[in-house]
Nanobody
Framework: QVRLVESGGGLVQPGGSLRLSCAPS????????MGWYRQAPGKQRELVAT???????NYADSVKGRFTISIDNAKRTMYLQMNSLKLEDTAVYYC????????????WGQGTQVTVSS
């Protein structure tokens, strides 16, 4: 069972930055596609950013140009660098690992709260 441990959430002012980290219990980056999702109060969970095993990234339109998803294999950690944060970025952010080579399998982190407030 793959476990995903998240960190880095917190309170930040509008225009500020945060970096979220996701550390899997084992090295899965060559096997799983990874991603960050978020869920704001009263809204459905939505895609924020994904990164494939090949390193191809994809972003929600709402965060393009502001967020960057990356993986540091040496540190066995996935990051979400969030810059120019807006009030609407406030949400619980979840780390996701997705496998779909010969089926479908998903692992999720516990979620970390990001609050953007002045």
């Amino acid at each position: 069972q793959v476990r995903l441990v998240e960190s880095g959430g917190g309170l930040v002012q509008p225009g500020g930055s945060l970096r979220l980290s996701c550390a899997p219990s084992e090295n899965i980056f060559s096997t799983y596609a990874m991603g960050w999702y978020r869920q704001a109060p009263g809204k459905q969970r939505e895609l924020v950013a994904t990164i494939t095993k090949r390193g191809k990234t994809n972003y929600a339109d709402s965060v393009k140009g502001r967020f960057t998803i990356s993986i540091d294999n040496a540190k066995r950690t996935m990051y979400l660098q969030m810059n120019s944060l807006k009030l609407e970025d406030t949400a619980v952010y979840y780390c996701n690992a997705h496998w779909s080579d010969w089926g479908t399998q998903d692992y999720w982190g516990q979620g970390t709260q990001v609050t953007v407030s002045s």
